[in-house]
Nanobody
Framework: QVQLVESGGGLVQAGGSLRLSCAAS????????MAWYRQAPGKQRELVAT???????NYADSVKGRFTIPRDNAKNTMYLQMNTLKPDDTAVYYC???????????WGQGTQITVSS
């Protein structure tokens, strides 16, 4: 079974930047379209961004132009570079397969992002 570990979260002021990491126990990024998700307090989990095995990325309108997904296949790790952070970005961030697969991988613990105004 593939394990996913998110890290890199923390507290940051609005306008600041953070880089999140999603480390996988296998070469999952070679075979799947992967995604970052987030879940804010009192809200459902939402899709933030996706990256295909070939490196094609897509972003939710709410983060487009501010977030990117660097990836290092050799390290079985993808990242979420978060710039110009806003209070509305406050959430727990998770990585997993993109929508459309038969099943998600087992969810990791997520990493908390808190953006202060």
């Amino acid at each position: 079974q593939v394990q996913l570990v998110e890290s890199g979260g923390g507290l940051v002021q609005a306008g600041g930047s953070l880089r999140l990491s999603c480390a996988a126990s296998g070469s999952i990024f070679r075979f799947n379209t992967m995604a970052w998700y987030r879940q804010a307090p009192g809200k459902q989990r939402e899709l933030v961004a996706t990256i295909t095995s070939g490196g094609i990325t897509n972003y939710a309108d709410s983060v487009k132009g501010r977030f990117t997904i660097p990836r290092d296949n050799a390290k079985n790790t993808m990242y979420l570079q978060m710039n110009t952070l806003k209070p509305d970005d406050t959430a727990v961030y998770y990585c997993n397969k993109a929508p459309g697969y038969k099943a998600f991988l087992v969810w990791g613990q997520g990493t908390q992002i808190t953006v202060s105004s």
